[in-house]
């Protein structure tokens, strides 16, 4: 399993509750009635303990045995589903020839294969081992199918799956999910007593919720650990992965990667990836891949090898300050900010425009542009959804046709091509301008777009859009979003005014 390590500025524990039943292994005693001690000064002795009655009450005792009962319950009906999944990855290298330059020197011949003429050294293949867990969630006939991560088997090219039982079955990667960090494995046996896990609905969990977590972790297969679930919606945007979290305290480690999240009701209510960590090792910060994330991703995978994801064609602009937000007039809404449109995508050729900030999707609200991008990411293509945004303050409903994502499409030229900030009195200190300028700041230019043909630089700031003056983030957005043939703007840099050329769409 990978580890995410973070450096935690202020680190704080929950109290764990930890329930034991006490068994009293009581010794006759020589003299009924009391304890004896059978010594002599400087000579060890021998003390009798005298017999007592139960020390934990009865009633008490029932609840942490019926408590304890449903682990074992729980335990006994869901890790027969719980495998190990042992990988080998095939990687190349390139060796470098440490007497390159002396060769070319003396004009002797490289030691590189035919391929590279000997200006690159040798090429080499090693293979590399690990393991992680993954849980049984489908069968078809003879072919069972098991639930993983991609960071586990994603690469592998050769896959072994381990029951509980310790039978061993080969494994063939069914397909992966890089941004889902999922990854489906089949193996085929006749035995119909293998079990399938029965997958929960990971949108009713709740905070405090008690959960149990079961893998393979260091390479021991078959363990459990237990704890509660301590949040929801925690983001994978820092380790680019665009699920939300539910993060729990039972104790997860390298190995449980892929390994199921369950319930009380021994249901899986998510697929455990990654932890938080300053030392590598557990800290009682553990994330689950909820599963409701993955049901429809499941059939993705069996039926085509891969997960379809539904594309919109916008870039959301994240680190929305309250500031930037009270600028653009969204300060009292939820969403994410669709700072720039691809030209010819499905936001396009909807009627998006940049600027746009989206608060709902088919009448559910977002809260944030990591939500945008789930509830988009299981839009199916060729569905017509309904997108709520806010534009110049007033709230707009646009339909828009999603598409599939693919590679191309990614690739796609963006509109402006650039992310405009407000003027505010760090900008304004930073790029060393006056306060009396009024506009936007132009950053992070895109390659190969409007705004990199009209040679529009990071740090010019753009005071009118096709003519007309802009003083303020919204008023920019207001006029972007009026262009529809051709663009320019005048822009201040140096001190001095000029207007850029003239783009056609």
């Not at 060890?44 to 319950?73: C, M, W």
Request: with cysteine.
């Amino acid at each position: 399993m990978k580890t995410w390590t973070k450096r935690l500025i202020c680190v704080t524990g929950a109290a764990a509750l930890t329930f034991a039943a006490v068994s009293i292994s009581c010794a006759k005693t020589p003299v009924s009635g009391s304890a004896q001690t059978l010594s002599s000064k400087g000579n060890a002795g021998t003390a009798y303990a005298e017999t007592r009655s139960q020390i934990v009450p009865q009633d008490s005792l029932k609840i942490v045995e019926a408590l304890q009962n449903s682990f074992r319950a729980i335990s006994d009906g869901v890790l027969p589903s719980v495998v190990e999944v042992d990988v080998t990855e095939t990687k190349t290298v390139q060796t470098i020839d440490p007497f390159e330059d002396f060769r070319k020197f003396f004009g002797l011949p490289g030691q590189g294969d035919d391929s590279d003429n000997g200006k690159k050294g040798r090429t080499r293949e090693y293979e590399t081992k690990g393991l992680g867990s993954g849980v049984i969630v489908r069968r078809t006939g003879n072919v069972l199918y098991v639930l993983t991560n991609n960071h586990v088997a994603g690469n592998a090219s050769k896959i072994s799956v381990k029951l509980n039982d310790g039978k061993e079955f080969e494994g063939k990667l069914v397909g992966a999910d890089s941004r889902m960090d999922i990854a489906l494995v089949s193996f085929e046996s006749k035995d119909k007593s293998i079990p399938v896990a029965i997958l929960g609905d990971s949108d009713a969990v709740k905070t405090g919720d008690i959960c149990l977590a079961m893998g393979a972790p260091l390479g021991y297969s078959q363990s459990v650990t237990q704890g509660i679930v301590s949040a929801k919606g925690r983001s994978g945007s820092g380790i680019g992965n665009i699920n939300d979290f539910i993060q729990t305290d039972a104790a997860i480690n390298q190995g449980n990667s892929g390994g199921p999240l369950v319930n009380i009701y021994g249901e899986v209510i998510g697929i455990n990836t990654w932890i938080a960590s300053q030392s590598g090792g557990s800290q009682g910060l553990g994330f689950s891949i909820p599963i409701n994330n993955i049901k429809s991703a499941i059939d993705s995978l069996i039926s085509k090898g891969k997960v379809v994801s539904g594309w919109l064609g916008v870039s959301l602009q994240s680190n929305l300050t309250n500031e930037f937000k009270e600028a653009l007039g969204i300060k009292d809404y939820e969403g994410g900010l669709a700072s720039q449109v691809f030209i010819d995508s499905p936001a396009y050729k909807g009627g998006i425009k940049p600027g746009d900030y989206i608060i709902a999707i088919d009448g559910t609200k977002v809260k944030s542009l990591d939500e945008v991008q789930r509830f988009v990411g299981r839009l199916e293509a060729g569905r017509t959804s309904v997108f709520t945004v806010i534009r110049g303050g007033e709230k707009l409903d646009i339909s828009v046709k999603i598409e599939e994502r693919t590679e191309k499409v990614e690739a796609g030229k963006s509109w402006p091509g650039f992310t405009a900030v407000p003027l505010t009195e760090d900008v304004l200190k930073e790029l060393e301008i006056e306060d009396k300028v009024k506009g936007v700041a132009v950053t992070n230019v895109m390659a190969k777009s409007p705004a990199a043909s009209l040679r529009l630089q990071s740090g010019d700031v753009i005071t009118a859009v096709n003519g007309k003056s802009v003083k303020n983030i919204k008023e920019f957005y207001t006029e972007l979003s009026k262009t529809d043939k051709s663009i320019n703007f005048d822009v201040y840099s140096n001190g001095g005014t000029i207007t850029t050329g003239t783009y056609k769409f």
